[in-house]
């Protein structure tokens, strides 16, 4: 498989078993994830997440995201992404045209 931001070759990283990882809550949208590193800028995607279909995707983005805000602040095991900081990341890869903005 090759890197969605260099397009070099990148490798079988590691999996995630969605069945039984986060109590096997998502495990409609998404059974297994299998994460891809790549050889040349380090970049790590998710391989079946990239190629879910655009509804799949947002049935799982919307059902993950829903869950997890709805938690409570302090009962959360995991820090907030920082939103924020990755909508302006990706605003400047496409608009510097390093990546596409298109919708598929
Ligand atoms: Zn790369």
Known sequence: MKCII??????????????????????????????YKCSNCGFTFSKNVYEMDYNSWCELNLKAHSEFESQNVKSRLTNQPPYLAQAAMINMLIEDRIIGGGQQ
Do not use: I, P
């Not at 070099?8 to 990283?13: D, G, V, W």
């Not at 109590?23 to 994460?35: A, M, V, W």
């Open 6 to 35: 260099c397009d070099s070759a990148a490798k079988s990283y590691f999996t995630t078993d969605f069945s039984v990882h986060f109590g096997g809550r998502f495990r409609d949208q998404l059974n297994k994830s299998e994460y």
